[in-house]
């Protein structure tokens, strides 16, 4: 069973942070000139805080997905649900990067936003842990969306 747990973890680490990386290729790659040239809120946070948050979010949300999948009453179509909301998640460097579309991504952040909260619903039915590891990310979501709505109307 060990052997088992480790490998799903393993599978479910390299699914999660395979996300991660597409996104930040997209990002380091398509980023500048054009998000220095961005006019942006007072509170949007400098550059270095990103990659230690999101690294630090992606492995909550593995660890999330990990327990929820050893969870007795697991359902597959939750899942599910995780990994399109990893295609989301995604989606949105992308747009915004390397489309520099802004509006587009304001949208795709929504949608990412509900699919996190359906996901915190699911998880809290069967792991409650699995749950509240997703809130972190729930929140960082929500500011992004605000530094999102903010750069819209800014620029």
Known sequence: ??????????????ITY???????????????PWYSQLI?????PPDWIFAPVWTTLYLMMTIAI??????KN????????????????TTWSIIFFVFHNILLALMVLII?????ITLIIRFKRVNLLSAYLMIPYLLWCCFAL??????????
Do not use: D, Q
């Open 74 to 89: 697991r359902n597959m179509n939750t899942v599910y649900i995780y990994f399109i909301h990893l295609i989301f998640n």
């Open 112 to 116: 990412l936003i509900i699919l996190i």
């Open 40 to 44: 942006k809120p007072s509170f949007n």
């Open 1 to 14: 069973m060990l052997k088992n747990k480790f490998l799903s973890f393993t599978l479910f680490t390299l």
């Open 18 to 32: 395979s996300a991660s990386a597409i996104g930040g290729f997209a990002t380091i790659s398509f980023k500048e």
């Open 146 to 155: 605000i530094l999102n709505m903010s750069l819209l109307i800014l620029n």
């Open 66 to 71: 990990w327990f929820f999948w050893h969870s």
